[in-house]
């Protein structure tokens, strides 16, 4: 007999995440890759995720005893804008290769809903250096904030640790809304302040540099004032985003999902009330589990014909992915998509 | 009979602008580049920064007639932190090339200040694309903010333009503190606002895309809210770092100079009501020049041997520019600097 499984990709800035099983249980086989895919002119390039994924993929199948991968769901950072490329090439890549026969490409955020919520309705939180909320009531998706440390990310890690770091330099400054004890902070972690600019401007990860201050804030927040106002700020600007994007009828459930999640109680506790606030008719839930859980959680849906989510082309991308002739190595076409359609 | 004149230069970040006169008249002989000093592993570079001046200041010095250029003043653009070789190398450099035999090399703050204020004690802020505040009481200077759009220039062109794009996408998302009248100034600057993050990341003027903005909040603020309470903000950070640095007794003068005191009442009715509740003994006055008229002053106090605003290596630094022996072209000093102390 032959055992049928599942392909399950978490693809970020940090790597390549990578899971085998059977539908309806956990994965029998995960590895991760340290290097994130290559993004360049078209978008994440689907030919360097494939050549990526391709023996990881073999390698777990078969130490899983999986014959066949007949569903793959590969959740993406960057899809909604740089996914075109994915979209268009990358279901008949994984049927050329692996022999897929359905396969779902989504948003980040998406595998993180399914991954916190499974296929109810509600609202997620997704936050670490940046944040972005999602939520659907099973008919669409909407989402809210995700714009990056300048123009958004309210309430994210780099927020947070910038809002620290600039509380740090009223400090040293004299100016008002200053903090002793951040700026004390400040200068254990980057040295004297006169020097934090060139610390921070010339490096292109300034996002992660000002997320790395972000526990600190926390830290401070038991005994200052100014600290625990910007977590209490920070909890308002998430609370913004998740109104922004929850059910506004029904019985809704809402998490908080990635690093922000691990702040401790210091952001946790305001959190919860300005949630209460916000969405007296939501239920607030600990997250199931990560987005690599949310591609498993996907692709046994998937497998199983009952995918709820709705599909989107620059969120949820459900495809069959045929291959039209195995005789022509060149003559591979992706299959017809179909958007904005429930994959049932 | 020789005629002594002055050389006055204003170093920024879009070119020199240089002068020449005669101490105690304005300039009769004015010139700028288009491209700025190179800025390289050692900070400033005194070789670029003396290539592009010299032939200028020849040329200048023919213009007006002027024989020796016994005085020069040079205000730079990142001398404070960026100033070393400057320091070490231009002294020598302006004595052998120019014949200059006093020298000030100055933080373009504080030519904003000389240029504002003269070397009467008070505050000014310099305010753009970033934002400082620069104060002295005639024995030592003080500074404020300044620390960059991700750390600091609270108020400035960026910090406003950057939370009117804010309030823009907060309308977009449904988020809380959205603004539609700023989104669809947005859309009309930047087209749609889902490539807003395309446009504003991979520059690396980044401030400068966020500053360009700022107008149009000041437009908007006239019939929307969120706009002016924008602009409200901004005028209470600027008040923040002027009284952390203005002179807390006597009479002290407060002038605002710059590209943002071109924003019109928007801005400037409730800087006027910040400054005059935070600093209520201050006169608030208009700005006598610019940096390059800062410089000007600064040379004709130089030359007259009576300039009163305090010396400070990373601030304002004068030097007698001697040239030891003028026989041997490689034998050239520095001459022995005398920092932190009032040139009389």
Same mark, same amino acid.
């Given at each position: 007999m ?8 978490d693809s970020?800035g940090?790597g ?11 994965p029998?086989?995960?590895r ?5 895919v290559r993004?360049?002119?078209r978008g994440?390039?689907?030919a ?5 994924l ?7 199948a078969?130490?899983?005893g999986?014959d066949?991968?007949?569903?793959a769901v590969?959740g993406?950072a960057g899809?909604a804008?740089?996914?075109? /490329?994915?979209? =268009?090439? @990358?279901?008949?890549?994984? +049927?050329?290769?692996?022999g897929?026969a359905?396969?779902a #490409?989504? !948003?980040?955020?998406v ?9 109810r309705p509600?609202?997620?939180l997704?936050?670490?250096?940046g ?7 099973l ?18 890690g ?16 004299g100016r008002d ?6 700026l ?17 401007y ?8 000002? /997320?790395s201050? =972000?526990? @600190?804030?926390?830290?401070? +927040?038991?005994?200052?004032?100014v600290?625990a106002?910007? #977590?209490r !700020?920070?909890?308002r ?11 506004a009828?029904?019985?809704?459930e809402?998490?908080?999902?990635g ?10 506790v305001p ?15 600990l ?5 690599l ?8 849906e998937?497998a199983?014909?009952?995918l ?6 620059a ?9 039209r002739d ?8 992706s299959?017809?998509?179909s958007?904005n359609?429930?994959?049932?």
């Amino acid at each position: 007999m032959t055992v049928a499984g599942y392909l399950a990709v978490d693809s970020g800035g940090s790597g390549l995440r990578v899971a085998v099983g059977v539908p309806g249980r956990a994965p029998s086989a995960q590895r991760e890759t340290r290097e994130p895919v290559r993004t360049g002119a078209r978008g994440i390039d689907p030919a360097d995720l494939m050549t990526r994924l391709v023996p990881l993929a073999r390698e777990l199948a078969a130490r899983a005893g999986v014959d066949e991968l007949g569903t793959a769901v590969i959740g993406a950072a960057g899809f909604a804008t740089l996914g075109d /490329a994915l979209r =268009a090439e @990358l279901p008949g890549a994984l +049927a050329r290769e692996l022999g897929v026969a359905r396969a779902a #490409l989504a !948003a980040d955020a998406v595998t993180a809903y399914a991954g916190a919520l499974g296929t109810r309705p509600g609202a997620v939180l997704a936050g670490g250096t940046g944040l972005i909320a999602i939520g659907t009531d099973l008919t669409a998706w909407r989402r809210a904030d995700g714009w990056g440390h300048l123009l958004g990310d309210c309430g994210s890690g780099a927020w947070i640790g910038r809002a620290g770091l600039e509380a740090a330099l009223r400090a040293h400054d004299g100016r008002d809304g200053g903090s002793g004890p951040l700026l004390r902070c400040a200068e254990e972690r980057f040295g004297p302040v006169r020097g934090l600019p060139g610390l921070v401007y010339p490096r292109t990860d300034r996002p992660a540099v000002l /997320a790395s201050f =972000a526990p @600190l804030v926390a830290e401070c +927040a038991a005994h200052d004032p100014v600290a625990a106002d910007i #977590l209490r !700020a920070a909890a308002r600007h998430m609370a913004d985003s998740a109104a922004a994007v929850c059910p506004a009828d029904g019985r809704p459930e809402v998490a908080l999902t990635g690093g922000l999640s691990r702040m401790g109680d210091a952001l946790m506790v305001p959190l919860r009330e300005e949630l209460a606030r916000r969405l007296p008719h939501a239920r607030q839930v600990l997250p199931e589990g990560d987005p690599l859980h949310g591609a498993v959680r996907i692709a046994t849906e998937l497998a199983a014909g009952r995918l709820t989510l709705p599909g989107e082309p620059a969120m949820l991308h459900v495809v069959a992915a045929t291959v039209r002739d195995r005789t022509k190595p060149d003559g591979y076409r992706s299959p017809a998509p179909s958007p904005n359609r429930r994959a049932r």
